[in-house]
């Protein structure tokens, strides 16, 4: 029996890169736990050696990395300080942004002269044919590259916003974490690969590894 829970999408199998799911064991006896395991592992031809692993498992390697994490945090935070403004700037994209929506606006204007041009005087229509689908295709690249470069725009941003939110919870960690706290895990892990029973990796939202 499978099920959805807070560690969906976040376990990762470092053998064949699939997510973990969620299984429920002995679901109508006393025995009952859930476990996770590689969604690729029973699927046909070589399985996965990786391990399952039970919640309570997850939660303490969780507590365990927070721990160590938390030991680094004048350095990470001092790290992100150093590089985020040349890391997330959108400066150069921005300017081109600004560049390719002129452009945009030149061809398209220049579409309408031509239709409207073809509407009130006789033109070969051979020569109109090729200068309006030129004219179209011009403005299909650069609309295509003004979506590339809004986007890259967004992933900057949305990235400085994800670290940034990360380190103020991380910089709120004062004490020893000793029980699992749920909008910690959302918080902070990024996702978690799992190699072996001794090699499991909890990458942050900052890109810091952390083995456990």
């Known amino acids: 029996q499978s099920s959805v829970g807070i560690f969906s999408s976040k376990i990762k199998c470092g053998d064949c890169g699939s997510w ?3 299984k429920v064991w002995h679901s109508n006896d006393k025995y009952r736990r859930i476990i996770w395991q590689c969604n690729h592992k029973f699927n046909g031809g070589e399985k996965c050696k990786t391990p399952h692993l039970d919640e309570e498992t997850v939660k303490e390697l969780f507590i365990k990395a927070v721990n160590i994490l938390t030991t680094e945090k004048e350095e990470i935070i001092a ?24 452009e945009l606006n030149v061809v398209a204007e220049l579409i309408q002269q031509c239709v409207r041009e073809n509407a ?14 030129g004219l179209v295709e011009r403005f299909d690249r650069t609309k295509a590259r003004l979506d590339e470069v809004e986007h890259g725009i967004k992933e900057k941003q949305a ?40 090699d499991i990796r909890f990458t942050f939202k900052d890109g810091t590894e952390i083995k456990v």
């Not at 009130?120 to 689908?133: C, G, P, S």
């Open 20 to 22: 973990y799911g969620s």
């Open 79 to 102: 790290n992100f300080q150093t590089i985020k403004g040349r890391l997330f700037d959108t400066g150069e994209l921005e300017i081109e942004q600004s560049r390719l929506q002129e």
């Open 120 to 133: 009130h005087v006789a033109l070969d229509q051979e020569e109109y044919q090729t200068r309006y689908r």
């Open 159 to 198: 990235q400085k916003e994800k670290i940034e939110l990360f380190l103020e919870e991380l910089n709120r960690q004062e004490d020893v974490v000793t029980e699992f706290d749920e909008d910690q895990w959302y918080s902070l892990v990024d996702f978690v690969t799992v190699f072996n029973k001794e």
